[in-house]
């Protein structure tokens, strides 16, 4: 398989026979080399509802009737919006036609902003484990550093992880240093930096930090073959 990165957390999985995008904020991603009006999803797997995760999703899932899986409270929400969705729960998971999706925790919020003061609650913002073809694949979503990182890892051998590495927000550099080594993953990258200015990082710091070489940058459009 094929998996790309594509600026902030926004991550592209090509399976043999399917395609999954991971958190597709394009529209109003000054990182992205992607078109949202060019991709054609047929999942579209979404960690949280901040609107840098959701991004295009309602969008993308209506033109290319692409799956769409997320929380129960997020799946819930899209149903409503026309967008065929599959709810979950965090340390559930469920086997896909593509493969198998769990939720894992994350620590950080999920409210989405309206535009008149409101906050949509959205439920437990997660991470994700994606396996198929063999491999496993973690994206943290949001995420500060937690010790059950560890158990995921135990768990779940992982080949590819995708940390944020931001701070403020998530985990910064030296804590998602930390998290590679509880998860064990064998190769990780950095994602959540430099899309905005309180998530400024240097990815370099964060890969020296790390060990085996396990740290991998991928700049937009880059992508590991699996
Ligand atoms: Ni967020
Ligand atoms: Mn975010």
Redesign the pocket.
């Known amino acids: 398989m094929k998996v790309s990165y594509h600026g902030h957390s926004v991550v592209k999985i090509e399976l043999k026979d399917k395609v999954i995008l991971i958190d597709p904020f394009i529209s109003g991603n000054p990182l992205t080399d992607l078109d949202a009006l060019e991709e054609k999803p047929d999942v579209i797997i979404v960690t949280?509802g901040?609107g840098?995760?959701l991004g295009d999703t309602v969008e993308l899932a209506k033109r290319n009737k692409s799956l769409v899986i997320g929380n129960f409270e997020l799946a819930t929400y899209l149903g409503w919006q026309g967008v065929e969705a599959h709810g979950m729960s965090i340390g559930g998971s469920y086997q896909f036609d593509f493969g198998k999706v769990k939720l894992t925790p994350a620590l950080?919020?999920?409210g989405l902003e309206t535009g008149d003061n409101q906050l949509i609650y959205l439920g437990m913002?997660a991470g994700v484990l994606i396996t198929a073809e063999g491999k496993t694949i973690y994206h943290a979503?949001?995420t500060g550093l937690f010790s059950d990182m560890k158990l995921i890892g135990e768990r779940h051998p992982i080949d590819l992880a995708f940390l944020p590495i931001g701070d403020n927000?998530?985990m910064g550099p030296e804590d998602a240093a930390l998290a590679a080594e509880f998860l064990q993953a064998k190769k990780v990258v950095p994602i959540h930096f430099n899309t905005f200015p309180p998530i400024v990082q240097d990815p370099q710091d964060f890969v020296n930090l790390l060990k085996n070489n396990q740290g991998i940058i991928l700049q937009p459009g880059e992508s590991i073959e699996l």
């Open positions: 949280h901040h840098d995760h950080h919020g999920t913002p979503g949001d927000f998530t």
